[in-house]
């Protein structure tokens, strides 16, 4: 297996985010922080929108674009990037791992042992793009923090493993060769996003993370501080804006701009008096009117479908969404007005818009949920880039092929254990 690559302060780590409407790029240096470690310091940004009915060509040009915008601001050119992965491009599954201990105490190799065992825990035809850890259990005792010098007859490693189809990282990493950009790693867009958005505290109480982009909607479930479901749907805000295009009979360009400024998934009390002109199709002199209460009537109905549909597919990845107390939202469909309250009557929970905070040097622009993913991303590099090398733990590669290779080294982001054994040795 590649072993990953060995980082130091000032390093430049990229990040690609290819969404439903744009294509972007993030640049960081590495920057050492007080007591180990490495933090992103966002030195360059780039993003390029992307057509309706956009191809594959199409896409790969405005990836090109917005790695040059990028590179500009930087002052540098990348070598290698992190392809982020849609939500619903990922297949996630809970493994547990059952070791007995022979010599009574838990060592540093039984737990290598375990990670290693997870790293085999992916389907023939699928790529491992991460491995997370949700807790250990000792004998059945669960929430073992520290596993190593513990007594005890049987160890159990419970962890979400997430995978990407063969197929699906050859071709990120053929799209990123063409560019110039060798592919570093592959991370899931809710993970990058959560990334982003979450404090620490949100994780231990158990949040849940939605993605609202324009083609998909994706989902990441914390429980204890743990990743436990990982997901996403192919639906996304694009859908309201082709259901106001078909209702109304206005072109979708113009649908966009008026859901944007004027879209809201509620209405007030003055709404239906306050009317706004909708071009119809195939007479540009033409205009019909209505008011602001009918564009909520066609709104509400969709989000909420959209909102339930992603629910139900965190029910699937076997995580109760329902149950959390805390949401965050965050993409660029985050700020259609009413989002945030239609998502907590859904859900039944408190819920937030979720922008990229705790960046050091990002540009205001940066800030916007639409760059969530791309600067979460950054930030999962940057803390893996402070690990010691743990791909002794990662098992093996199958079939054997560079793109596997290149997202290899996932098998060394266990984030829970990665973390603890470098805190704790």
Same mark, same amino acid.
């Given at each position: 297996?590649?072993?990953?690559? #060995?980082?130091?302060?000032?390093?430049? @780590?990229?990040?690609?985010?290819?969404?439903?409407?744009?294509?972007? !790029?993030?640049?960081? =240096?590495? *920057?050492? @922080?007080?007591?180990?470690?490495?933090?992103?310091?966002?030195?360059?940004?780039?993003?390029?929108?992307?057509? +309706?009915?956009?191809?594959?060509?199409?896409?790969?040009?405005?990836?090109? =674009?917005?790695?040059?915008?990028?590179?500009?601001?930087?002052?540098?050119?990348?070598?290698?990037?992190? $392809?982020?992965?849609?939500? +619903?491009?990922?297949?996630?599954?809970? *493994?547990?791992?059952?070791?007995?201990?022979?010599?009574?105490? *838990?060592?540093?190799?039984?737990?290598?042992? !375990?990670?290693?065992? *997870?790293?085999? $825990?992916?389907?023939?035809?699928?790529?491992? &793009?991460?491995? /997370?850890?949700?807790?250990?259990?000792? /004998?059945?005792?669960?929430?073992?923090?520290?596993?190593?010098? +513990?007594?005890?007859?049987?160890? #159990?490693?419970?962890?979400? &493993?997430?995978?990407?189809?063969? #197929?699906? &990282?050859?071709?990120?990493?053929?799209?990123?060769? +063409?560019?110039? @950009?060798?592919?570093? =790693?592959?991370?899931?867009r809710p993970k990058a996003a959560s990334a982003a958005v979450l404090v620490e505290d949100e994780m231990d109480l158990g949040a849940l993370v939605l993605d609202l982009g324009a083609k998909s909607t994706d989902f990441a479930v914390f429980e204890s501080g743990a990743l436990v479901a990982c997901g996403g749907v192919a639906v996304g805000a694009d859908n309201i804006t082709r259901d106001i295009a078909q209702i109304f009979g206005a072109p979708l360009t113009e649908c966009e701009r008026i859901k944007t400024l004027q879209g809201c998934a509620f209405s007030g009390p003055e709404d239906a008096n306050r009317l706004i002109d909708f071009t119809q199709l195939g007479a540009p002199g033409e205009v019909a009117r209505h008011s602001r209460a009918e564009l909520a009537g066609v709104i509400a109905p969709r989000l909420e479908e959209i909102l339930e549909l992603t629910l139900n597919a965190a029910a699937r990845a076997g995580a109760n969404a329902r149950d959390v107390r805390r949401v965050i939202v965050t993409g660029g469909g985050a700020l259609l007005l009413g989002v945030i309250g239609t998502v907590e009557r859904i859900v039944g929970a408190r819920a937030r818009l979720g922008r990229p905070a705790d960046f050091v040097a990002a540009p205001e622009a940066a800030a916007a949920p639409q760059f969530a993913a791309a600067l979460g991303a950054l930030k999962l590099v940057a803390r893996s880039a402070a690990r010691p090398d743990t791909s002794s733990f990662a098992g093996r590669d199958h079939p054997p092929s560079d793109a596997r290779r290149a997202v290899g080294g996932a098998r060394s982001l266990m984030s829970g254990v990665g973390s603890w054994l470098r805190e704790n040795f």
């Open positions: 297996m590649k072993r990953g690559k #060995t980082r130091k302060h000032g390093d430049l @780590v990229a990040s690609i985010d290819i969404g439903g409407s744009k294509v972007a !790029c993030a640049i960081a =240096s590495l *920057v050492e @922080v007080a007591g180990g470690g490495f933090e992103p310091d966002i030195v360059g940004i780039g993003q390029q929108g992307l057509a +309706r009915g956009a191809s594959a060509n199409d896409s790969e040009e405005a990836m090109r =674009s917005a790695i040059h915008a990028a590179e500009r601001m930087a002052g540098e050119a990348i070598s290698s990037a992190a $392809m982020i992965a849609p939500g +619903r491009s990922i297949a996630s599954k809970r *493994v547990a791992i059952d070791l007995p201990i022979a010599g009574g105490l *838990v060592t540093l190799e039984d737990v290598a042992e !375990c990670l290693d065992a *997870v790293g085999l $825990m992916v389907d023939r035809g699928r790529a491992l &793009v991460a491995a /997370d850890v949700v807790r250990f259990r000792m /004998d059945g005792e669960t929430d073992i923090a520290e596993p190593i010098g +513990r007594a005890g007859d049987l160890l #159990t490693l419970e962890a979400l &493993v997430l995978s990407a189809r063969d #197929t699906s &990282v050859v071709n990120m990493e053929a799209a990123l060769l +063409r560019a110039g @950009v060798k592919l570093d =790693s592959i991370i899931p």
